[in-house]
């Protein structure tokens, strides 16, 4: 689990990649649910804070791209 500080240092396509990455651990925990071998269901919830983490703050920066290129065309 990576602090909201080590989220913000990286850039919006390593935030996505990461995202997805951990998309496919959220996968894997959920077919371990399924077949009985989970031993923390905790690990989902915590897996899908993580990934709600990463995209909250790759779309901050896509908005702040966004805005610094709405004031560059002014």
Same mark, same amino acid.
């Given at each position: 689990?990576? =602090?909201?500080? #080590? +989220?913000?240092?990286?850039?919006? /396509?390593?935030?996505?990649?990461?995202?997805?990455? *951990?998309?496919? =651990?959220?996968? #894997? +925990?959920?077919?371990?649910?399924? /077949?009985?071998?989970?031993?923390?269901?905790?690990? *989902?919830?915590? =897996?899908?804070?993580?990934?709600?983490?990463?995209?909250?703050?790759?779309?901050?920066?896509?908005?702040?791209?966004?805005?610094?290129?709405?004031?560059?065309?002014?």
């Amino acid at each position: 689990m990576a =602090t909201i500080q #080590e +989220l913000r240092e990286l850039s919006a /396509t390593e935030l996505k990649a990461r995202a997805v990455e *951990l998309k496919g =651990t959220m996968f #894997e +925990l959920q077919s371990k649910l399924n /077949t009985g071998v989970l031993d923390s269901t905790a690990d *989902l919830q915590k =897996t899908k804070r993580d990934i709600a983490r990463c995209l909250t703050v790759a779309r901050e920066k896509e908005l702040a791209a966004a805005a610094q290129a709405g004031k560059a065309k002014e």
